[in-house]
């Protein structure tokens, strides 16, 4: 059982660098295949990145690679999504998510067992 914490979050005007943060509980964070998504207003849940639980294996929506950055620091149970040149259409709710070990399917909301709270990211024009 795991707790996840997004932070981060915030008005950004476009073209602006942005860090979220996932805070887990717990000791074995390390166990743990995390996952991000993001939900803009009226539209699907939809995947933006994951990473492994030694952070060996990456995974990005095809839209959002070249721009964002994932990466972990098991030693602070947390995981980074660093967002560069952000765009209006990156307005959105942003969640953190994780599982026990890697998944085939990483992209698939429904693999994941725990979520956080989600992060508001507002890009301006």
């Known amino acids: 059982q795991v707790q996840l914490v997004e932070s981060g979050g915030g008005p950004v005007q476009a073209g602006d660098p942005l860090r979220l943060s996932c805070a887990a509980s717990?000791?074995?964070?390390?166990?743990?295949?995390m996952g991000w998504f993001r939900q803009a207003p009226g539209k699907e849940r939809e995947f933006v990145s994951a990473i492994s639980s030694s952070g060996g294996t990456i995974s990005y929506s095809d839209s959002m690679k070249g721009r964002f950055t994932i990466s972990r620091d098991n030693a602070k149970n947390t995981v980074y999504l660093q967002m560069n040149s952000l765009r209006p259409e990156d307005t959105a709710v942003y969640y953190c998510a994780a599982r026990t070990g890697w998944s085939p399917y990483p992209s698939r909301s429904s693999v994941y067992d725990y979520w956080g709270q989600g992060t508001q990211v507002t890009v301006s024009s």
């Open positions: 717990g000791r074995t964070f390390s166990r743990y295949a």
